[in-house]
């Protein structure tokens, strides 16, 4: 799921991060959202926001979203670029530092006291676009980009233009191959709904502990990955 890379994935793998990944994108979605009323997965609205603020004259308010949007970009960089430095020692497990560090950094915040959360919703915003940021580069790369799991805008495009391409491509080789994009689209989006309904019902009651799950999903995908490493060099 994890440990394949480029043209060495195949649907199989694709699906498995997409679910994974999707699934912790939905819960850190809507619990930025409910408690910091921040936009926390991408940064699409935050430049439209920063540029209003800006007409405004609103110069602080621009200034806080231009660093919402930087620190994406820098969780980007900053998985990409550990990534690569990982590369260089091996091609084996290049993906756990960045996994790791995200789901270290959602455990923090789940374990905040609300009370700060409610005090310092700035940081709190930029803690999670950073690590948004991270996991989108981080998937975007093992993947040869053909998953994104932190925002569904571009994925809403692809799908409507790939069912529209069914009535037009006639060859069976060439729908099996629409046939396991639409999927995998369908995947990402379907997972990305059942996360955010769940952090939903859980932020209710338990706040921002609702991303221990997003955490414990991230420790148990490394889990199952290192399980089938093992028993693929066993056979």
């Known amino acids: ?68 949007i930087f620190f994406f970009l820098f969780g980007a960089f900053f998985s990409n670029f550990i990534i ?52 989108n580069s981080l998937v975007t790369t093992i993947s040869n980009s053909v998953v994104r799991t932190t925002h569904l805008t571009g994925l809403f495009t692809d799908l409507g233009i790939e069912i529209s391409q069914l009535f037009f491509y006639k060859t069976e080789e060439q729908r099996l191959k629409l046939f396991s994009s639409i999927k995998l689209r369908l995947t990402i989006i379907t997972t990305f709904f059942i996360g955010g309904i769940l952090a939903g019902l859980f932020f209710s009651t338990n706040k921002m502990k609702t991303l221990l799950i997003a955490s414990l999903i991230l420790i148990i995908g490394l889990i199952v990955d290192y399980i089938n490493v093992k028993l693929d060099e066993t056979k």
């Open 84 to 135: 690569e430095i990982t590369q260089k020692v091996t091609d084996k497990n290049i993906f756990i530092i960045p996994v790791l560090i995200e789901a270290i950094l959602l455990t923090i915040i789940a374990l905040l006291n609300f009370n700060y959360i409610v005090q310092h919703p700035n940081l709190i915003a930029c803690c999670l676009l950073f690590a948004m940021g991270l996991q």
């Open 1 to 68: 799921m994890f440990r394949h890379k480029g043209k060495t994935r195949n649907l199989k793998h694709n699906i498995g991060i997409a679910s994974l990944l999707s699934f912790v994108a939905g819960i850190v979605n809507v619990v930025g959202f409910l408690a910091v009323q921040k936009l926390t997965t991408n940064v699409t609205g935050h430049f439209a926001f920063m540029v209003d603020a800006a007409f405004s004259f609103h110069f602080n308010q621009a200034l806080f979203y231009f660093i919402y």
